[in-house]
């Protein structure tokens, strides 16, 4: 089947769920620039990846079902040639005949015979982040992004993951020395109901610190970059405090950047207007997490939550200066999946074009909510680290809240060889759930 046959059926399977609009003309782009809907019908799908033979795969998250999948595109629409990965499922990628899958707490891959073979497990993916997308660097290893146990390294009540895993908490990458401060919370556990429970940083709920307490750094650390053989062998630390990298690239000059997410206004230490952040990513380097945000120290007022504490750092002594951002975007933007660009008749060359999932739902994010923020795909001049909008719906907000047929929530872009930019889009939400078969990929082109 052709591309457009493969597009009718996509349409055709629009028809059958009309829970989701689509209409290209409602996404607003640079002149010169076409949208068009590639495929339908997807149940959250978070990644695209093409393959050495130029296949297109999909990753399926697996948050509605339990079961992470990954799909290829066929002449017969998409097919799943394997599932069972544990939800959410980050990412996909090819290298060397194996599919690399993420999962939580998983490195999978998939050999050319279909079989699955576990290569990495125990990653401390337990609380609110997780281990993201694999790729691989010009020295043949495996790069990921290890996220983050809590929002700003205090486990507290907004951490429902607790109640199944008691003794989970942040990890740093290099041994740190506390401040000792401490956080008091209402116990919501069946062990600590009725009373008063205070809880420090980088260790479970329920225990306390003081000024001084020295906490060792591991390998697997939280919201850092790890680093591997392709076979698995041989984990280590590239860099930590990060909060949250959810997307990893090298670009044509063999440098190493990520979408790293910025903190929320909740928990027990809550930050408010924490930027997400672009970062170049250099080995040894400590970036901030959990005392500094967009290259800024979190005791500055404009970090403090409205009605609530400014916060103070947790850490006594900081590893180094972290560096600033290349580029950083508003809170709660959601940065998610980009690309490099490498077509001069697209756009400049080396300019970044990348997925922002976007935030409108303060029982998640905390504060206010913040409607014409994210659900868009943006451009960085990486001439300048300016963030210019690119593709955006034209009323600003995502189209479920103007019964519009533009984005959603766009969660990954990126480009083929001919340098046609896909951009996938998860779906809709009813509430805090992910409605099946409502997520969608976009085409963008751009005339010659």
């Not at 919370?185 to 069946?190: A, D, E, I, N």
């Not at 000024?211 to 984990?235: C, F, H, T, W, Y």
């Not at 593709?391 to 872009?413: K, V, Y």
């Amino acid at each position: 089947m052709s591309e457009q046959g493969f597009q009718n059926q996509a349409h055709s399977n629009q028809h059958k769920n009309p829970q989701r609009k689509l209409e290209p003309k409602d996404i607003l782009l640079p002149p010169g620039y076409t949208i068009d809907v590639f495929a339908t019908g997807l149940t959250t799908p978070i990644n695209v990846t093409f393959t050495s033979k130029g296949e297109m795969l999909v990753a399926d998250s697996g948050i509605t079902d339990g079961n992470g999948k990954v799909l290829k595109l066929t002449e017969h629409g998409f097919i799943t040639i394997a599932d069972g990965f544990h939800p959410p499922l980050t990412g996909i990628t090819e290298y060397q005949g194996n599919i690399y899958v993420a999962h939580r707490r998983y490195v999978t891959i998939i050999q050319p015979d279909g079989s699955k073979k576990d290569i990495i497990e125990g990653l401390p993916s337990n609380g609110d982040h997780h281990n993201n997308r694999v790729i691989f660097g010009p020295d043949g290893k495996m790069y990921f992004g290890q996220g983050t146990a809590t929002n700003s390294g205090v486990v507290g009540k907004d951490n429902d993951w607790v109640k199944e895993h008691p003794f989970f908490h942040d990890y740093p990458g290099s041994r740190i020395t506390l401040s000792g401060q401490n956080f008091q919370t209402s116990g919501f556990l069946k062990s600590f109901q009725n009373r008063t429970v205070t809880t420090g940083a980088y260790v479970p709920f329920g225990v306390e610190t003081y000024s001084g307490k020295m906490v060792d750094g591991i390998n697997r650390a939280s919201g850092s970059i790890l680093r591997a053989n392709p076979d698995g062998s041989e984990l280590e630390l590239v860099a930590w405090g990060l909060r949250n990298p959810f997307r990893l690239r090298f670009d044509r000059f063999n440098r190493l950047f990520t979408a790293n997410h910025g903190m929320d206004v909740r928990g027990s230490r809550p930050v408010a207007n924490s930027p997400d952040e672009f970062q170049w990513i250099r080995p040894g380097l400590w970036y901030g997490f959990p005392d500094f945000t967009g290259g800024l120290p979190v005791t500055l007022p404009q970090f403090q939550p409205e009605g609530k504490p400014q916060p103070s750092f947790l850490l006594r002594e900081h590893p180094m200066q972290p560096p600033h951002p290349v580029a950083n975007f508003p809170a709660h933007s959601a940065t998610m999946g980009f690309s490099f660009n490498d077509n001069p008749s697209f756009a400049p060359i080396g300019d970044v074009f990348i997925a922002e999932f976007g935030a409108n739902a303060p029982g998640t994010t905390g504060g206010k909510p913040l409607p014409r923020v994210g659900h868009r795909v943006s451009r960085i001049d990486m001439q300048t680290g300016q963030v210019h909008g690119f593709a955006l719906n034209r009323s600003g907000l995502p189209a479920s809240e103007t019964n519009g047929g533009g984005f959603e929530r766009p969660i990954d872009a990126v480009f083929d060889a001919n340098g046609t930019l896909y951009v996938v889009d998860f779906g809709l939400f009813s509430g805090a759930a992910a409605v099946p078969r409502t997520g969608v990929i976009w085409k963008v082109t751009r005339a010659s």
